[in-house]
């Protein structure tokens, strides 16, 4: 047995190395990986090697990102100071042309156009007075666009409801004719126009509120949560003769007003019902009692405070009540919320709003509900209003789509990313001091001019910059996936409260985390795991991590470098002459989203290649272009040492003896510097991967964010290696290829920079077509060997070092993870240590849920039997990682198959996933092993090919083992991560006009006599 083993390890060791040397042969020729590295070695006395120093790379970093966010807050404080006047003319013709700069939009650059919600009166005196007071924001807005071409959109959002927004745009309905975009809901207005706040809701939902009472009752929470921001904290109570909390697991305390918990809050709402009667002075005591004890921990907004009220009727007024939690200082203000047509009431809840300095609102209708939830905004920002502070507020990111669709724009990227600025504005007159809050003024600010102030250069292979919010949210981050392909790109469910310990995992205590949203400035360092290739290959590093605040906002922003070649950056030197010369070669391109000069900040320079700005920067003819002369310095190096191999690839393909059957399809390298350079061996329309090196292949170009996926992976290996794989975006098509890549490195050791890395795209058949040639091979004197791949008892493979299938006799199994089609023996390898299995986490992931599911274990129940029905793994962690595997789209599983068949609707929804990822064990060369099942031993053989990330494995077919049976949210809603709160807080002002409360009919006579001398007594105190 072990004889027969050790021979066939010998002929596999054989084959290996017949297979690994002609592969590593085509693939250093082709790529011209030696003449590459030659050519780097050649100046290499002259070149300095340099540590980057992370500290002051992150506080460079901190001062450029501050004076871009300052300058666009500019433009708000223009705005917000303006002086607004009715004596300006509206009307006029109003033209629309494409812009570039507005995604081929069609605006009008001289104008703003105004937007009114369907569903307001758009003749209503005061809109129309709104109108015509702030068209002088027009000149504003034209003038801040002028002093700053990178902005985009500017807008002033009315507290009566009309959206002012530049450049003039058309805005178009659903398909119902409507245009519901309210812009008092938006995050940013409602941040602006109040402080923080700690809200209870209550619902009263005794039996007089069924019918259409409780469905106004139900919309009128839910418009509410629209108003509440990530800096508000919230709860909802359900009352009738009993509290019932609407979140039972939430009993006796607040949580942040993030999308998820908002959302999570709204399911909860349709299974209220009506029935008993309402005690109303016990749901009130639960309610001051929460924002009491809440307010005492130091966890909430630690600012304004407020319960809303919404009930059908009071029978008395509880004064009691407010006398023992709220008098005399009167922290808690009061809204209650009347539903329905019958007045009895009123009386009751509007002395309770004017009493506790609310408002009081009765809704009769559906249509009532969003106007008379608003009101409360204008009663929670009297306090700022009579301060008259400006405060400067800055969002989260987020994609407001509504926002998108209304104006029809059509990025094929898809929505982008952003970030708002926005100022309170009020009225300058002398009014009385209820104060007057006329609107917000704001400007969007794309995440993508951030990166572009990234010196992505100076951060190595793997490095990245990102920033969060004093929430601890990610501004941006490599790893925040906000969208989802389906179609088309689409906003993923809650992904602007995606927290940095989300994606930062690793940081179980929080302490990279908690320093950032403590705006302090240190460093920090750990082991992390990070996710290449759509998640399906994992890289292990060490990460040291630079962080600290961004002065004027409420940001952080930190810096990470991998240990190792990530530390280390080079510099070289050639004449200005012979570096533009090679740079302008057309074999050459630039990173195209790097920014080697700016130019976007002028209107002239905006129709610019970076390689003809570089050109005229360069030879001084555009002294007002803004460049990176370090990093051009380096580009223009990188051209000249590069230059070769434009040469030697062009001798190649001039060769007719070369590649005949044009198995190399296209030769390719890349540089730190974000230069790339390309050589087609065959017709463009002859390739059999047409997005390689392409727009549409976001993982194998250079990005904003992240080096290409061929170029991290060879950084990653022994110098010398090729690593071979096949994209998964081909595996499963009739156009399959493989990629070969491999690093090059300056010096001979672990402090130098990688500074190149170069590969080829060749055809999958061909490539096995070499496989299976060297398998071929026999030793033996008769020429007979004791196996053979063609013989129908072995199975031969060839897999990657994560697992993935490039060769084997069935063909669809080709590129399909190893473990799927030899269980067995994958979980053999596992046991044995040749293979590792690393357990990452996706707090972003999207799972698909069947309409009709009653709960989360008719989910997983469908996903086991879809699982278990396609692959045989004996092992049901496997199944679990191939559950996980299947929902994040990894293994091309298409679920709608299984919808068909049940006929039922599918929708995405956000959930966490842990799953497995696989890497090779790389001390282990070769190794045999044996399984056992069902009285049968099964052997199988495993040897790496040399100089590669591949291995051999050859697996005796003589058993079958493929029927070995498997062995067999409320924690994270109440999860309160720290947090920096706001600096501004305005929760009440002693001149607030407190008989401004209500919007029914006017106080009875009786209610005015007792309520006058109460305020007069409590003011007093």
Request: aromatic share 10%; charged share 25%.
């Amino acid at each position: 047995m072990y004889a027969r083993l050790y021979s066939i390890l010998h002929i596999v060791k054989l084959w290996a190395s017949a297979f690994g040397g002609e592969i590593k042969s085509i693939s250093a020729k082709y790529s011209g990986s030696q003449l590459l590295q030659k050519k780097y070695k050649e100046p290499e006395k002259s070149v300095r090697v340099e540590e980057i120093d992370g500290v002051k790379l992150v506080k460079n970093l901190a001062v450029k990102m501050e004076e871009m966010f300052q300058k666009k807050a500019e433009a708000t404080r223009v705005s917000s100071g303006m002086h607004l006047s009715n004596n300006v003319e509206l009307g006029g013709d109003f033209i629309l042309e494409p812009n570039d700069h507005f995604n081929n939009l069609s605006v009008n650059l001289s104008l703003s156009v105004v937007q009114v919600p369907t569903n307001m009166y758009n003749k209503d005196p005061d809109i129309v007075n709104g109108v015509y007071w702030s068209e002088a924001l027009n000149k504003v807005f034209v003038e801040n666009f002028e002093r700053d071409p990178t902005l985009i959109w500017q807008y002033f959002g009315s507290a009566k409801g009309f959206f002012r927004q530049y450049p003039g745009v058309k805005w178009h309905p659903d398909e119902h004719g409507v245009i519901g975009f309210d812009c008092r809901n938006r995050k940013w207005y409602i941040q602006a126009a109040t402080s923080p706040k700690d809200v209870v809701i209550l619902v009263d939902v005794s039996g007089s509120m069924k019918g259409l009472r409780l469905t106004i009752a139900r919309q009128t929470v839910s418009s509410i949560l629209d108003t509440l921001g990530d800096d508000d904290f919230f709860n909802i109570i359900a009352y009738n003769q009993e509290i019932h909390y609407v979140e039972p697991c939430l009993n006796g305390t607040l949580v942040r007003a993030d999308r998820t918990n908002k959302d999570h809050f709204r399911e909860h709402l349709d299974k209220l019902f009506a029935k008993g009667i309402g005690l109303l002075g016990e749901a009130l005591t639960e309610a001051f009692s929460i924002l009491n004890d809440f307010n005492q921990t130091g966890r909430g907004s630690v600012c304004s405070q407020a319960i809303m009220l919404v009930t059908d009727g009071a029978t008395e007024m509880y004064d009691d009540v407010f006398e023992k939690y709220n008098w005399p200082e009167r922290k808690v203000r009061i809204f209650p919320y009347l539903i329905g047509r019958e007045s009895a009431f009123a009386d009751n809840l509007k002395w309770m709003a004017c009493a506790n300095k609310g408002y009081f609102s009765q809704i009769s209708t559906l249509a009532d509900v969003q106007e008379n939830v608003m009101r409360y905004l204008h009663v929670m920002s009297r306090p700022k209003v009579i301060d008259h502070e400006h405060d400067t507020v800055w969002t989260e990111a987020y994609v407001d789509r509504s926002f998108l669709f209304l104006l029809q724009l059509n990025d094929k990227s898809g929505p982008s990313l952003t970030t708002t600025v926005a100022m309170p504005v009020f009225s300058t007159k002398n009014e009385t001091n209820q104060g007057i809050l006329l609107g917000v003024v704001g400007t969007d600010i794309p995440l993508q001019e951030l990166m572009k102030l990234i010196p992505k250069h100076m951060l190595g292979i793997h490095g990245y910059v990102f920033a969060i919010t004093n929430n601890g949210y990610i501004l941006t981050h490599p790893d925040l996936r906000p969208l989802y392909q389906e179609g088309q790109k689409r906003r993923k469910p809650n992904y602007s409260s995606v927290d940095l310990s989300e994606v930062e995992w690793e940081d179980k205590d929080y302490i990279l985390r908690n320093a950032m949203v403590n705006r302090r400035t240190g460093t920090f360092s750990m082991e992390v795991k990070r996710t290449v290739d759509r998640g399906r290959r994992v890289l292990k590093m060490h990460n040291d991590y630079y962080y600290t605040d961004i002065n004027g906002t409420p940001f952080s922003v930190g810096v990470a470098l991998s240990r190792g070649h990530g530390k280390y950056f080079f510099r070289g030197n050639v004449s200005m002459e012979a570096g533009l010369r090679d740079l302008e070669q057309p074999d050459v391109a630039l990173a195209d989203e790097w920014t080697y000069c700016n130019t976007e900040e002028k209107h002239e320079h905006r129709h610019l290649s970076q390689i003809q700005a570089i050109k005229l920067y360069m030879m001084g003819r555009r002294p007002h272009l803004k460049c990176d002369r370090e990093l051009i310095q380096e580009v223009l190096f990188d051209a000249v040492v590069t230059a070769p191999l434009k040469s030697y690839w062009n001798s190649l393909a001039l060769n007719k003896s070369e590649n005949s059957d044009k198995g190399v399809e296209i030769v390719f390298l890349g540089t730190r510097t974000g230069l790339s350079r390309t050589k087609l061996f065959v017709p463009t329309d002859q390739l059999s991967n047409q997005d390689f090196l392409t727009a549409e292949d976001k993982e194998g170009v250079f990005n904003a964010d992240h080096f290409p996926l061929w170029y991290k992976r060879a950084a990653e290996q022994v110098p010398g290696t090729f690593v071979y794989s096949i994209p998964f975006s081909t595996a499963l098509e009739n156009k399959s290829v493989v990629l070969a890549s491999t690093a090059i490195q300056l010096l001979d050791d672990r402090k130098s920079p990688i500074v190149a890395a170069v590969g080829l795209q060749m055809k999958l058949e061909y490539f096995q077509r070499k496989f299976w040639t060297a398998c071929r091979q026999c030793t033996a004197l008769d020429g007979k060997c004791i196996i053979s791949c063609d013989s129908e008892d072995i199975n031969c493979y060839l897999i990657d070092n994560n697992g993935f299938i490039l060769v084997t006799e069935e063909q669809s199994q080709t590129g399909l993870f190893f473990g799927e089609v030899e269980g067995a023996v994958m979980n053999k390898l596992l046991q044995m240590g040749c293979f590792k299995r690393i357990t990452l986490y996706d707090y972003q992931a999207l799972c698909r849920e069947y309409a009709g599911s009653s709960d989360s274990f008719s989910l997983l129940l469908i996903q086991i039997t879809l699982t278990t029905n396609m692959f045989a793994f004996s092992v049901w962690i496997f199944l679990s990682f191939l559950l996980e595997f299947n929902l994040y789209s990894w293994w091309n599983v298409d679920f709608s198959v299984k919808a068909q068949r049940s006929r039922s609707k599918t929708m995405m929804v956000p959930c966490d996933t842990e799953y497995p990822a696989f890497v090779s064990e790389r001390t282990i060369k070769e190794t045999t092993g044996n399984i056992e099942c069902d009285g049968c031993l099964r052997s199988f053989v495993i040897q790496q090919i040399p100089s590669t990330n591949l291995f051999m494995v050859v697996v005796d077919n003589k058993c079958d083992c493929s029927s070995i049976p498997p062995s067999l949210k409320c924690d994270r809603l109440k999860l309160q991560k720290d947090r920096k709160k706001p600096e501004s807080c305005h929760p009440f002002h002693p001149e607030e006009n407190a008989m401004e409360c209500g919007s029914a009919s006017r106080l009875s006579s009786r209610l005015a006599a007792i309520l006058l001398p109460l305020l007069a007594a409590t003011i007093s105190r």
